[in-house]
Structures are given as structure tokens and as C-alpha cells.
């Protein structure tokens, strides 16, 4: 008999602790849907618009920053951190100052690097991939359970992804 694993109830309350081997799994995919979903209808606009590189290079960087910016400022109304009481020892620092550097800046700069090098497109269609990811992931680390529109999403995604990725007959 196959051991799933359930989500706490932590998971479903607002203020909920979850454990570290729930937590850090749901954070990474929810990270990486944030990255895919506000990116990459700006780097599929850019590069169609034909402002991804040359002397439109700094604008498109200027409009990924800004739309980071903004969902930053827009998590804010649903987070509400001033309502939250925070110790502030060397602990909180050394990790509020990891999150920002390894989880922001470097992960920002890995993408941009990495949709510099396959350019928007490319970046886009690896973008689609991210409900795979969030699928595998769930399953693996979490126990969901996998019903038929599940697949049938699962099947879709790739189905497109394989469809753009084609080349285009004249």
C-alpha cells in the first residue's frame, strides 16, 4: 500500500505553522509561479514588441523590475507584515538578508541571465512548464493525489509547449 502524505492543518489557516518538509516545498512553488506569472507576459510582450535586446535592452530590464516592484507593493495589502511582532536579532537578519539575496536578487538574475541566453521565447515556453513542476513536486513531497483533470491539465501544458515550440510552415 502506497504512504501518502496529507497537509497539515496549518497549511489552510492564515497564521498556520507548518513543518519545514511541507513549507518549503509549497514556498518554492508558489516563488516560482510569482517568477512565471508576472515575467513572462512581460518577456513574451518585450520580445514580440521587438524591445528584448539592442537599444531596448535597459527598458525591458526596467519593466521587469517595476512589475516586481509592483507585485511587491501589491503583496503587501494581503500579507500585512506591520501587523506581525518581529525580533530583530542577528538571526532574523542573517536570514531576512538570505532570503533577499539568494531567494530575490540571485534567483532574479539567474532568470534574466538565463532568458538572455534562449532568448524571450524560449524563455517563455520553459516558463509553461512551471504547473509540471508544481505537479511533480506536489506529488513527490506532498502526497497529492493525481485525478483525471490533473492529467488532463498535465497533458495540455505540454501539448502547447510542444505546439509553439514547432517550427512554423510557410
Known amino acids: 500500500m502506497k504512504k501518502t502524505n496529507q497537509l497539515s492543518e496549518a497549511a489552510f489557516q492564515l497564521d498556520g505553522k507548518m513543518p519545514l518538509k511541507q513549507a518549503i516545498p509549497l514556498g518554492l512553488q508558489h516563488v516560482l509561479a510569482m517568477f512565471v506569472g508576472n515575467l513572462t507576459p512581460l518577456l513574451i510582450i518585450t520580445g514580440t514588441c521587438g524591445i528584448a535586446s ?89 502526497g497529492a493525489k493525481f485525478h483525471i483533470m490533473d492529467f488532463v491539465g498535465f497533458v495540455l501544458i505540454l501539448g502547447t509547449v510542444v505546439a509553439l515550440s514547432l517550427p512554423k510552415k510557410e
Open 54 to 142: 539592442g537599444e531596448f535592452a535597459e527598458l525591458q530590464l526596467h519593466l521587469l523590475q517595476n512589475a516586481m516592484l509592483v507585485a511587491g507593493i501589491v503583496m503587501l495589502c494581503f500579507v500585512r507584515p506591520w501587523e506581525y511582532a518581529v525580533v530583530f536579532d542577528k538571526g532574523t537578519i542573517l536570514a531576512t538578508a538570505g532570503v533577499v539575496v539568494i531567494g530575490t536578487a540571485v534567483a532574479f538574475s539567474l532568470y534574466l541571465k538565463g532568458v538572455s541566453i534562449v532568448g524571450p521565447f524560449m524563455g517563455s515556453l520553459l516558463g509553461m512548464i512551471e504547473p509540471v513542476v508544481a505537479i511533480i513536486v506536489s506529488l513527490a513531497f506532498l
